[in-house]
C-alpha cells in the first residue's frame, strides 16, 4: 500500500495529512519518521495531524512504547473519528509526556487545533 502524506506550512504549526486506512506500528513508525523529517526541514515543532481516513488502528499496547520512540522532539495534535479515542490513544499520549514530547489525540480539528496553539511544551 503507498500511503501519501500531505505536509502544508499552516505556521506556527505543520499541518499533515495521511491516507492510512488502518495504523499497523509499522506504518505509524513510518508516518512519524516522515513527519520527523519535514519538522526538521521546516524549523518547527508542532504538527496538526489530520488521520480521518484511519478506519482502525492495529496496534498491540506493548507496540506503543516502540512507536512513542519514534515521534521525536515535537507536539503532536492528532484528530481521528471519534471511536479511536480509546485506551490506545491515552497510553500513546501518556507515553510520550513521559518522555519529554507529547501526543494527544480529538475528534474534532477545531479542539487539536485549539490544544496545539495553547501548548507550550
Known amino acids: ?17 495521511i ?23 521546516a524549523n518547527c515543532r508542532k504538527v496538526l495531524l489530520n488521520a480521518l481516513t484511519v478506519e482502525k488502528r492495529d496496534i498491540s499496547n506493548h507496540e506503543i512504547r516502540e512507536i512513542g520512540e519514534q515521534i521525536g522532539n515535537i507536539q503532536l495534535a492528532l ?9 490506545a ?4 499520549s501518556a507515553v510520550t509526556y513521559s518522555d519529554g514530547y507529547i501526543v494527544k489525540h480529538f475528534g474534532a480539528e477545531d479542539e487539536a487545533k ?8
Open 89 to 92: 490513544a491515552r497510553l500513546l
Open 114 to 121: 485549539n490544544w496545539l496553539l495553547g501548548a507550550s511544551r
Open 19 to 41: 491516507s492510512d486506512t488502518v495504523i499497523t506500528p509499522q506504518h505509524a513508525i513510518s508516518n512519524f519518521k516522515f513527519i520527523n523529517d519535514e519538522c526538521q526541514k
Open 1 to 17: 500500500m503507498n500511503i501519501e502524506h500531505k505536509f502544508i506550512d499552516e505556521t506556527p504549526y505543520l499541518l499533515v495529512t
Open 79 to 87: 484528530y481521528c473519528k471519534p471511536e479511536l479515542l480509546d485506551q
